[in-house]
Each structure stands twice: as C-alpha cells, then as structure tokens.
C-alpha cells in the first residue's frame, strides 16, 4: 500500500514548488516537492525513518502552475483558540497561524451509523441501535452541541453548519438540534447523510425541514448496483431515489454528493449529472470528492487515485463536451489546488455556463471576493431550494409603487424565479490525506469540524491518518 523508495533516483523534471508534508507512516513533518515528470505532477517527499513517497496530484504541468495562480488574500480567522507551539498539523484548534477564517463547521453527532462503507473517513459503523429507535450513549448530549455552537460563535461565527456524522439521521432530536443553532442566530443548515432513513420516513424529513434544515448533501455515488455495493457495502440505489423524491415533497434542496475511487465509479461522472440535471429544481448541484485515503478506506492510495484534474478532464469527455474543462475555476478563499466549480443554466440539452469569479468547493461567492462571509452566504442561496417569489402588489397598494410598471415587475420575478429553477452547479473537492497532504493548502482551509473539546479543526487536519492507522487529532482532543 505504502510506496517507499528511499533509493530512487528522481527521472529527470524538475521541481514546481516547495513545501512541507508529513510521512505517511509516522505522521512526522517532512519537506516536500511539487515535481513534473513528463505531465504528471507528484508531490515528492522523503522520511529519513520511512523513505520516499512519490503520489500524483495534476496532469498538466502548465494547468497546474496556472491554476496555483489563483490565490485571493486570506481572511484572518477570529480568536485562535490554540498557540502555535508544535506547527502545522500539530496545533489545530485553530491556532494563532492559521490564515483563512471559517466558512462551515461539521457537527459530528454520532458515531452510530446504518451502514458500514469500505470508505468513511469518520471509521463510523452499524450498532445494536442504528435504526435510531434508542439514543446511543455515546452521542453528544444537546447540552454539549449548545455549548459547541457558543464556542463558533466566540470564533468568528455564525458559519454553514453541517450536521455530520457518523449518520446524524439516526437521531431523533435532530430537529431540536436544529432549532437551538436557529436560536443561537446560525442561518444555514445542511444534512449530510446516505439517505436511509428519509427514504422510509418522509415524515422525519419533514420535521427537519420545519425545524430549519435548508439542504440535504445526500451521498450519491453510483446508479449501477456493483459500484454502489463496492463502495457502500450494498445496493441502495433504490434508497437514494426515493430519499431525493422525499425531499422535493419536503420542499428541501439537495446537492448529490458522489466519492470517487478510480476503476469503480470513475466512468459514471457524465451519468451523475445527467441524473442530477432530470432532478432539477430539487437537485441543486453536484460536488464529487475523488476518494481521499483516511479514516477507513481500501485499494491503493498511490493507484487507485483520482487527481482534480482528472476529475474535470473526465466531465468534459463524460458529458460529450457540453461540460468543458476550461469552465471551471478553483477556489479563492480555500488554497486553489482543494477545489473547482462552475455554474451552469439548464434548459434541456443546452447548457450555458453562467459567469462566476468567485471561490469553489464546499462555499463559494459569485462577486470574486475571497472572504468566508461572502463565500457562506452564497452557498447558502445556491444550495437551497428554489423559493418562490412573492408576486408584486396590486397597483395602488403602497405610495411607494407609484409610476412603476408591476407587469414588469411581475414578468421579472417570474423569469429570476425560472432562471434558478434551472441553475446548476458542478463542484468538487479534493481533501487531502497523508499521502497529499501540503501544509500551505491546510492553513487555507476554511471546512472545520467542532472537536469533542469543542476546538475548530481542519476537516483535513483532523481526519490525517497514518499507513497503520494512526491519527492525530480524531478521538485526541
């Protein structure tokens, strides 16, 4: 599994950039290299205990320099929890060196779960009471969850909040959950789950909604029986249908959210979106994340990966060139290598790409600024369901409307109405594992998740795991 050549002589490239890592096998801070050979960029880095590890992340030497361009300024994160004493990863908390502010924040609620994947990066897995008829012992009390949400407001929030897991669905008091983020003033709540159970009760996913909850991230990675069971353990394609049916009852929007692992799913990404365009207006976009090796994973980390770039290359010859890669553009707030997006208005087989200079990945923002505020706030608007607009009021109703044209106003809302109907959005994000792990993209991280201790952490940072499964912050702190 792990690549160690301590011997090797480097083919002749040359080097792209310089940084530092960790060893994926004692999770020690290492030096590291960006490094072409032929067209295939390798992070390059050597352990003097474990030797060298050499894993692609870009095709496309010139793409790649290019796209590292892209960096907007960072937005100080508010109040550092931790000193910066060890350095990068050690110190996450976050510490006083780290550079972008938070945009959204994982609640883990449980480490219960109704399956248990090949792949997950948080090793949940089935219990006694997964079905979610009895409170697991181990889930973090409301009182708990109050307090976390206190201490991301004493840093820099409100942020998105994601209500992750384990599967969070499982338990019951979700809508309480929600309801006292809404009384602390968090405006945006997003379910991450596998769909079981709003699949068989659609009445649970209405009191989500009533309770608040504006997006279901619905993991979604395959229609074909075989991929879905390699990667989930069992077919529930079926689930996954139903779930997103629920929603769009629930009045709830839903970005599918397909992982990516080379030789499984990989010839599926064109057949994703044309599912997700049919879905419209209730599928809101899709945000594939190419597998990352942590937590509980399989095949090879090295062999069986799939690069961002590959990603987009693959949606270009996938979608038979409606989708092309040169639409696309990566992050500005996050470290550009972390993400891509673009935005597009579906009407039947034409697909126009709508202009956007803004940052990717989990949070975006049209206007090109590089700010967490501007990159929440937007992916609030585009990941929700499509509201209805209140139609203008009657002639005479208000001094204010005097001498304007409400034909026009109504022709207006109803055609900014239809137009978001018809919008969306392909994203994608590549979260680093030990193997790719760049300690300059992990300070630009803006995706956290509350500790036990109630400490933000780095989604990458606190998911690192080591060859033999080691970790450094899961189950720490």
């Not at 030789?263 to 809101?284: K, Q, S």
């Not at 270009?316 to 707030?333: H, M, N, V, W």
Request: charged fraction near 20%; hydrophobic fraction near 35%.
């Amino acid at each position: 599994m792990v690549s160690t050549q301590p011997d090797r002589v480097l083919d002749p490239g040359r080097v792209l950039a310089e940084t530092k890592s960790v060893c994926p096998v004692c999770l020690n801070r290492i030096d590291a290299e960006y490094f072409t050979r032929g067209e295939t960029v390798l992070l390059v880095k050597t352990c003097p205990e474990h030797g060298q590890f050499e894993t692609p992340v870009w095709e496309g030497t010139e793409n790649f320099l290019a796209w590292r361009k892209q960096q907007n300024p960072a937005q100080t994160p508010v109040n550092p929890a931790r000193k910066a004493e060890r350095g990068c990863p050690y110190d996450c908390g976050l510490c006083e060196n780290h550079l972008q502010a938070s945009c959204c924040v994982l609640l883990e609620l449980t480490r219960r779960c109704d399956l248990r994947c090949p792949v997950c990066f948080a090793s949940s897995g089935s219990t006694a009471d997964a079905d979610g008829g009895n409170p697991s012992a181990d889930d973090p009390p409301l009182e708990t969850i109050a307090y976390w949400y206190d201490r991301i407001l004493a840093q820099g929030g409100p942020f998105n909040i994601q209500l992750s897991g384990g599967e969070p669905a499982l338990r019951n008091d979700l809508p309480e959950i929600i309801r006292i983020g809404k009384g602390k003033g968090f405006s945006f709540f997003q379910l991450n789950t596998n769909g079981l159970r709003i699949a068989r009760e659609p009445l649970y996913l209405q009191a989500l909604a009533k309770a608040g909850l504006n997006t279901v991230f619905l993991q979604f990675d395959s229609l074909k029986a075989e991929a879905c069971t390699t990667i989930r353990g069992r077919n529930i394609v079926a689930e996954k249908k139903l779930a997103l049916e629920n929603c769009a009852k629930a009045g709830l929007g839903v970005v599918l959210t397909p992982t990516v692992r080379r030789g499984v799913n990989d010839t599926e990404i064109g057949e994703i979106i044309d599912f997700a365009a049919a879905n419209m207006p209730t599928v809101r976009g899709v945000h594939f994340q190419p597998m990352s090796f942590f937590g509980r994973y399989f095949g090879d980390p090295v062999a069986d990966r799939v690069t961002l770039s590959r990603m987009l290359t693959l949606a270009e010859e996938q979608s038979c060139g409606r989708i092309k890669t040169a639409d696309f553009l990566p992050g500005g707030a996050e470290h550009p290598q972390c993400s891509f997006h673009a935005t597009y208005r579906v009407r039947g087989n034409s697909w126009e790409l709508r202009k956007s200079t803004g940052n990717s990945g989990c949070c975006r923002g049209n206007s090109g600024s590089s700010t967490s505020d501007t990159a929440r706030r937007t992916v609030a608007r585009q990941w929700s369901a499509v509201k209805t607009l209140a139609p203008a009021r009657p002639a005479g109703s208000s001094p204010a409307l005097k001498g304007f044209n409400l034909e026009s106003l109504n022709t207006f809302v109803v055609l900014e109405e239809q137009q978001e109907k018809e919008t969306l959005e392909i994203s994608g994000m590549a979260f680093q594992d030990a193997w790719t792990v760049d300690l300059q993209r992990l300070s630009r991280c803006y995706i956290n998740i509350v500790s036990p201790g109630g400490f933000l952490m780095p989604f990458c940072a606190y998911n690192l795991t080591s060859a033999g499964g080691g970790r450094l912050h899961r189950g720490v702190v």
